[in-house]
């Protein structure tokens, strides 16, 4: 978990007309980019390096770059996104990407497979079967990780529109869950901070080092985030809540 650099992504005025599932009205756009900046200087206060990258006006969701890559210690992959409107956001990450990483992988069609429905708990992966994630995107991605030494599991996902939707490894064995991960088999060894349905959107939370980035307004996952020991952040996400963005999607962290 000991990260030191985060790729992000300047939201554009098209943003606004990016996808969503939720009915928390449109976004704010001005709103969102100064919520953007707060994103960063968080990264940047739990001790990042953070790249910053110009906004695409020709993709409205590229501001979620987690969804274009999965960044480990020993491989980058080039994801192969579900969404058709957000496909070619991988482009810009082809270009991106190999200033940082020598060996570069990817998913391949028909394989689709987002970054979001990929969780990572030390040496091992957990990859959700979502609408954006297929078995066979899901399958190449732990056959690529395999070969690095990683394990990985495929969960199915039932309800949460992405795999880290409804769950965030902290660490120390722990995982903050929520809804249909409370209970679950996958995950029943390991400490657990569970978070209750109205609070659901705090579980897409993000350990960086030290800190834990939570979003704001919900009292009750940060008083049990800061009494399992984590030093807590806040950050408004209310702009990007109204697209289905979380906390994680934001930043491609390594």
């Known amino acids: 978990m000991n990260f030191t650099r985060a790729i992000v ?31 960063i200087e968080a990264l ?64 391949k069609s028909p394989g689709y497979l987002d970054g979001g429905d990929v969780m990572q708990v030390d040496d091992h992966f957990y990859i959700g079967l979502s609408s954006r994630t297929n078995r066979e995107g899901a399958q190449q991605l732990k056959d690529i990780l395999g070969k690095y030494g990683y394990g990985a599991t495929i969960v199915p996902l039932q309800e949460f529109f992405h795999l880290k939707t409804g769950i965030a490894y902290l660490g120390n064995n722990t995982v903050v869950l929520a809804g249909e991960f409370i209970g679950s088999e996958d995950f029943k060894g390991f400490e657990q901070i569970t978070v209750s349905k109205e609070d659901e959107y705090s579980a897409n939370c993000i ?11 919900f009292e009750a996952t940060k008083q049990k985030i800061a009494a399992a020991g984590y030093s807590v952040i806040e950050c408004d996400m209310s702009e990007f809540r109204k697209q289905d963005g979380g906390l994680s999607c934001l930043s491609l962290r390594f």
Do not use: W
């Not at 992504?9 to 709103?31: C, I, Q, W």
């Open 9 to 39: 992504k300047k939201p554009g005025k098209s943003y606004v007309n990016g996808l969503t599932t939720s009915h928390l009205g449109a976004p704010d756009f001005e709103l969102a980019l100064k919520q953007h900046e707060a994103y």
């Open 44 to 107: 940047q206060k739990a001790g990042l390096t953070v790249t910053v990258l110009e906004a695409d006006e020709e993709f409205p969701d590229s501001t979620f770059v987690e969804d274009t890559a999965v960044l480990t210690e020993k491989c980058a992959v080039i994801t192969n996104p579900g969404a058709d409107s957000r496909n070619g956001e991988i482009e810009a990450m082809k270009q991106v990407i190999p200033r940082f990483y020598d060996t570069i992988e990817s998913i």
């Open 207 to 217: 350990r960086i080092n030290d800190f834990v980035i939570i979003p704001k307004g």
